[in-house]
């Protein structure tokens, strides 16, 4: 078979996807081998995989991938995430934009129907994106998280949480979405810094029984003239003289002349503004506060979409940002407005639907968390649970619980888990699974209603309410507690997931686990980091600049795209990324397949067995030996760097080893002679170091992986499934020797090239070292890849030859050609005045008592070893630039 000239990845990776499809490897039952459980962070139902992503899945394939090839049972369950706010935003868009449908249109019923064949088109986009990327995910068991038993799930865990009192329902002044009219939690919050301005404006003061206290007025800055309307107080500190005589006084809200008293609390700061702070209870939490403590009227005067409501009197009907320049001007036009000035504020913004946020008083659902958060909280600071890397995500987990606040659940929406309340004629409710319940529940109560007089609670659960049950539900542990899957495969073994949603999710699914389990849902959390574009700008629709990843993987295939997203992404943190990324990828495919087109031209020169003792020399079984060890080595770099979750680290090593020790080196070494014979026993292990390196990358990019392992020789078995053998133990001499041949092969070919000796002239070298025996066993190689007819050893400067220093030793070249020693000078002061620079530096550090005495003893002695080698080198620079 003629192998193409470059790698075409396309055919490749269908192919390879199909077959593994098809023989079932990634399908996963109970059995007797150890479990390796990974469940796929769910994305939302209607989304595409953006690069963050893709960063994600990559790295849950390559840990899976590994798991499976090392002896585990490795289980990836995939799926994805109702999405409620976000879906619910794009269904209603479709069915106004496509349909002329409104919402307020349609019953609940009907709405839903349209929210599901909306999910039904649009949800399978994102799994064939995670095919496409290779992901070797378990297709039989896609979770969704409005399938049956998941919303029985979820409402079986509300009714119990109510049962124990850790759910509440209470008025309370949330966070509210205008946009997508619903609460938000907390966390749902995204605050930014924004220029904006600050209002002076005059209130008028007057007496406790609303006569004019004759032309006195208080100054009050505030951010937000659009909800004066609201004000049912103005407070200062009682600390300040300025307003002292304002004690038993009213002042009179603009535009709306009603009057409103004055208070005094230790709240307000003297220096912020003009010192006195206009109270709207029904807009601001501070503010709400307050009016409790002072038993202040509470006004909303914003409607639920955040227009103006008939409360305001002024402005009705119309936007608040629209309403905020109308009040401005009917303050300037009563002579009210004293000034504005640029102010930069934060303001909270809806993670959903980017709407800035209200404050808003309504009654919703919550979660007390204390109690939850204290499990989750020593889940992790006893160890239980693993973050990584530690050093950066600990602290803020830590900090999150310690000081969280109770959890809004509620939702103003249709498409996700109805709140399982239930309403009777006169305001009691009782909380159960289904209506059925719900009569019962009443009848112990001594009430009697039919299921006609019950009326179920208008709200949604949040979506983070349903995920938070993700590792337990998906394995059916709430619905059918004690099955065989949940029994074996919980807890998983590892999470991999952004940072972002540290406390949306990781927290909260430790919670549920604790709760429901009474066992950590996950040992090790995995954080990657942020993707962002060469500029370092976060990926976004509206910047462009994200790349697509279909678009990515037609042009440069699936395993280039790993590679260029995984070279560069060290847990945590963020990492640069743009369509140019993958190029590394691709070049790495086609230096593996002209390496493999270099093995399968050896395979018809194999030697017969005459010709073995002579095809198989000295220098190709250094070769093998060394590499052997290099390999061992380097596997066991690797081993440890997925124990400590550093996937970049260990992908660089594989790399290097196959690019530069196997390509550039190893194969160097034991490459026949134009038309010569190669041993058998040489090619047999030239083709079982090409598979071992295709097995130890193909967690990685395992589809370049798997057609170079099945093409390098006939195959009964398939790369995906095929076990590691036990790390072998490398041989410090052998890569000592090694690492010798290497710097002086590429020292030598340097003095060659710099004094234009073509390498296909031959040359005599002369070494001089203080320990021959250092040479000997790499004299065969060396002598072939520098293309010396003969080596010797000397301990005088050879006259008109090429001398070069390499390390501490000396060599010397000699050959038909006249010697420019001017050239040989000139590179010899060139390497010393660099070294005596180097030398200087060294001397500095090793100097500096304060480094002496506090840094580690091993790295004092690493500079003294850098001290020592330099100084030896100078010498045998200076003795050669003497003899010259």
């Not at 839903?112 to 496409?132: C, N, R, S, T, V």
């Not at 998983?492 to 999710?505: A, E, H, K, N, R």
């Not at 400590?644 to 680290?649: A, I, V, Y």
């Not at 500079?863 to 003795?879: L, Y």
């Amino acid at each position: 078979m003629e192998l193409s000239k470059n790698y075409t990845p396309s055919g490749i990776e269908e192919k390879w996807s199909r077959i593994w499809k098809e023989k079932r490897y990634f399908n996963s039952k109970p059995d007797g081998r150890k479990a390796f459980t990974v469940v796929i962070p769910p994305p939302n139902v209607t989304g595409v995989l953006h690069m963050g992503h893709t960063l994600n899945e990559t790295v849950q394939d390559i840990l899976v991938r590994k798991a499976r090839m090392s002896g585990f049972n490795a289980c990836w369950v995939p799926g994805s995430d109702h999405a409620s706010i976000a879906t619910e935003a794009k269904v209603v868009q479709m069915l106004e934009k496509e349909k002329g449908i409104k919402k307020s249109d349609l019953t609940r019923e009907k709405f839903l129907e349209h929210a599901y064949e909306w999910k039904d088109k649009y949800g399978g986009i994102i799994y064939h994106q995670i095919e496409k990327l290779g992901c070797s995910v378990d297709w039989d068991r896609v979770s969704f998280t409005m399938d049956a038993d998941y919303y029985k799930a979820v409402i079986k865990v509300f009714v119990d949480l109510y049962n124990k009192k850790l759910i509440y329902r209470g008025a309370r002044m949330i966070n509210w979405d205008p946009s997508a009219k619903t609460a938000l939690s907390d966390e749902e919050v995204e605050y930014k810094e924004v220029q904006g301005k600050l209002y002076y404006v005059e209130y008028k003061v007057v007496n406790a029984d609303g006569t004019p206290a004759g032309d006195k007025s208080i100054i009050i800055a505030t951010q937000r003239p659009e909800t004066i309307m609201g004000d049912t107080g103005v407070c200062v500190n009682p600390t300040d003289e300025r307003y002292a005589h304002l004690k038993g006084k009213k002042v009179i809200v603009p535009l709306v002349n009603r009057a409103v008293p004055v208070i005094f609390d230790e709240y307000v700061d003297k220096e912020f503004g003009t010192g006195a702070l206009k109270v709207t209870p029904a807009h601001d939490i501070n503010d709400y506060n307050l009016g409790l403590k002072h038993n202040l009227e509470i006004i909303d005067t914003l409607t639920e979409d955040g227009k103006l409501s008939a409360a305001a009197q002024v402005c009705v009907g119309m936007d608040r940002f629209e309403a905020r320049k109308e009040v401005v001007k009917l303050l300037k036009a009563e002579g009210l407005l004293v000034k504005d000035e640029e102010y930069t504020t934060r303001l909270g913004f809806s993670q959903r639907t980017n709407a800035v946020v209200e404050p808003r008083i309504s009654t919703q659902w919550f979660v007390a968390m204390r109690t939850l958060a204290d499990k989750a909280l020593l889940a992790v600071t006893s160890g239980e649970v693993r973050i990584h890397p530690g050093d950066k995500f600990l602290a803020t987990y830590k900090y999150w619980l310690e000081n969280v606040k109770d959890w809004c659940i509620s939702r103003q929406l249709w498409w996700g888990q109805q709140i399982p309340a239930f309403y009777a004629p006169d305001g009691t409710f009782v909380v159960a699974e289904n209506k059925d319940a719900a009569i019962e529940a009443f009848k112990q109560q001594g009430a009697s209603f039919t299921a006609n007089d019950l009326v179920q609670d208008e709200d949604c659960l949040d979506t983070w309410f349903s995920s938070w049950l993700w590792p337990i539900e998906v394995f059916k542990g709430i619905t059918h507690p004690g099955n065989p899957d949940i029994n074996y495969y919980y807890p998983t073994s590892v999470l991999v997931t952004g940072q972002d949603i540290i406390f949306f999710w990781v927290a909260r699914m430790i919670m549920a686990g604790m709760e429901y389990m009474n066992v950590k849902p996950f040992s090790d959390v995995y954080f990657t980091g942020m993707v962002r574009d060469k500029q370092g700008r976060k990926m976004s629709k509206s910047l462009g600049n994200s790349p697509d990843l279909l678009e990515m993987i037609d042009h440069s295939g699936a395993d280039a795209v790993r590679f260029g997203i995984m070279i560069s992404s060290p847990a945590g943190n963020d990492l640069l990324f743009d369509d140019s990324s993958p190029e590394q990828g691709r070049n790495f495919n086609n230096k593996m397949w002209n390496a493999l087109k270099l093995v399968k031209m050896w395979e018809q020169r194999q030697a017969t067995s005459d010709e073995q003792r002579a095809a198989s020399g000295d220098a190709a079984n250094f070769a093998i030996d060394w590499f052997q060890s290099r390999l061992n080595e380097a596997r066991a770099d690797i081993e440890k760097s997925f124990a400590d979750f550093k996937l970049s680290e260990a992908l660089k090593t594989i790399y290097s080893l196959i690019w530069d020790d196997f390509c550039s080196w190893y194969l160097e070494w034991v490459k026949p002679a134009p038309e010569q014979p190669i041993s058998k026993a040489v090619y047999e292990k030239t083709v079982d170091f090409f598979s071992q390196l295709m097995q130890l990358l193909h967690p990685f990019m395992p589809f370049v992986t798997e057609e170079i392992y099945h093409l390098l020789a006939e195959r009964t078995d398939e790369l995906c499934v095929k076990q590691f053998a036990a790390v072998g133990v490398a041989d410090a001499t052998l890569l000592r020797e090694g690492q010798l041949l290497k710097d002086v092969i590429s020292g030598l070919r340097d003095s060659r090239n710099k004094n234009q000796l073509k390498p296909k002239e031959a040359i005599k070298l002369c070494i001089h070292t203080a320990d021959n025996g250092l040479y000997k066993a790499i004299e065969p190689i060396l002598a072939k890849q520098v293309n010396a007819e003969s080596i010797t050893y000397v301990q005088e400067p050879v006259s008109n030859s090429i001398a070069s220093v390499i390390g501490k030793d000396k060599f010397y070249i000699t050959s038909e050609q006249e010697v420019d020693t001017t050239q040989q000078k000139e590179t010899l002061n060139k390497e010393l005045e660099y070294l005596k620079g180097f030398l200087e530096s060294v001397n500095k550090k090793l100097s500096n008592e304060r480094f002496v005495q506090n840094a580690k003893a091993e790295i004092v002695d690493v500079e003294r070893k850098k001290k020592s080698d330099a100084e030896a080198k100078i010498r045998i620079i200076e003795e050669s630039l003497s003899h010259l």
